[in-house]
């Protein structure tokens, strides 16, 4: 027991330098994002809002919504360096299964500090991210859990909807602000099945601080404890859909297989 102890105790430093140095090379990665992203594409910022004076010091969620492309991190290209750096850091970033299989995995395997890689199901690997949530963490999430295609449809030919999780983190957090990014659409970009981005495009990004303990005793006084959850997922969708920089433009019923 006292050699695991002595073992242990020389293996700390070895261990945390591992995690710095880590959280150096995911800062550089999302800096080296920035850069290319700055360089090739006009961006174009607004704000919702106040933006509080100390929103980077207590940011603790990141919720990107109208999610169209897996060319999303361009979207660094509007984000302060201080959030890159707490994201390098303390990042927490679910990623789809699907496209931690892909040949892009490898590099949103190094975007934050810890990438989670879960399911569409609430089952381990989610526990998985709520288990890496503490005091510090920044989780960055796609609440919608997939893209949606040109038709404005997902690959199932289902509408766009918010997924649940983003209560379940909500919860965890407790306080602090979340960022609220409402894209403007990248499929100008690149759209899925789509292998090469177009250069010299602009990139629209809404951005609203929400003050998370307020957000939830709100909604909480509204829908109840048992109803927190759709309260926060119909809360979101709204938000989407009258703020995204771009209209969206609802699918006809034809593209919803209405007859």
Known sequence: MRYDIRVNRY?????????????????????????????FYRHTVRWIGEIPSDLWEKIRVVSILNHTSLYEPLLVGAAPNPLLWKIARWGVLPIAAKTMRRKVGLFF???????????????????????RIDERAVVCILPEGRMMRPNGLDANGQPMTVRGGIADILEAVGEGYMLVVYSGGLHHIQAPGELLPRLFKSIDVT????????YRRRLLEQSGPAGFKRAVINDLQRRRDQCCPVPRTPPSDAQRGVA
């Open 11 to 39: 293996l700390e430093p070895i261990v945390r330098l591992k995690k710095v140095m880590r959280s150096i090379l995911s800062y550089l990665l999302l800096m080296s994002i920035k850069v290319v992203s700055k360089v």
């Open 109 to 131: 395997r190094m975007i934050a500090h810890n990438v989670v890689v879960v399911t569409r199901k609430k089952d381990d690997t989610w526990k998985a991210v709520m288990d």
């Open 207 to 214: 951005l609203e601080a929400v003050d998370i303990a307020g």
